[in-house]
């Protein structure tokens, strides 16, 4: 099922949107196994105008700030009449000045929406790793040395994390962090890895789970439909 879009009038927009309205956005980003993945996070809107939207975004999505290119398109979520909607808008440019804002095409909704992404849930929490393997390299004596951070957010295929160390692309690692009440233990390699500024840690490192185990992927999967069905609720208008 593909997408299809209405386009919605001026009073329309005025009657759903409204200045300083918070909104989620959601983003995709290339994955290694060529599906997307979605980088999702609050915007709240500055300003309507006859056809463009003015929206600041929230410090979760400063790090994805590269991700908002002219001419890339954007889901928006938002709730009308106690119904949970989806729309779509393209960027139309992206500046910083109070804040790190995006001007948007006045968003369309999306009447059919096909899913084929891995939502991602901010979730900051401590985290710990130990390093498993490179490769086809066994590195399994420095299991014993415990590397720490932060999580920044979770999805069914994957955990990101803030730490100070530099890990290279390629690397198995065994992760844990807790959540909803529990330990997670997974294993994991890393993905992508980007240098951070203005933060306490160095680096924020992407990692997909490669083995997530049935009880970790169980818990994970069960906080974030838990997490939307609450996040549906605070939208509504």
């Known amino acids: 099922m593909s997408e299809t879009y209405l386009k919605l009038d001026p009073s329309e927009i005025n009657r759903i949107f409204q200045i300083n309205q918070p909104l989620e956005i959601i983003i995709n980003k290339g994955a290694d196994s060529g599906r997307f993945e979605e980088i999702s996070g609050k915007a709240t809107i500055l300003a309507i105008e006859s056809e463009t939207m003015s929206l600041s975004l929230s410090k979760e999505l400063l790090d994805w700030f590269d991700l908002f290119l002219p001419q890339k398109m954007i889901a928006i979520q938002s709730g ?43 979730l900051f929490s401590p985290i710990t790793y130990r390093i498993l393997r490179l490769g086809d390299r066994s590195l399994e004596h420095l299991s014993e040395k415990i590397g720490t951070g932060e999580s920044k957010d979770v999805s069914k295929g994957g955990v990101t994390i803030l730490t100070n160390l530099q890990l290279p692309v390629g690397l198995t690692i065994l992760i844990e962090f807790p959540l909803a009440g529990k330990n997670i233990s997974l294993i994991g390699q890393v993905r992508h890895v980007k240098p951070l500024q203005n933060s306490n840690y160095s680096f924020v490192i992407g990692v997909q789970f490669i083995q997530p185990g049935p009880e970790g992927q169980k818990t994970i999967t069960e906080n974030l439909l838990k997490d939307e069905t609450l996040h549906k609720g605070e939208l509504s208008l």
Do not use: A, G, T
């Open 80 to 122: 009308y009449s106690n119904e949970f909607i989806f729309f779509r808008s393209k960027i139309l440019r992206r500046m910083i000045e109070d804040s790190f804002q995006i001007i948007i095409e006045n968003p369309r909704v999306v009447i059919k929406r096909e899913r084929r992404v891995s939502r991602r849930k901010p």
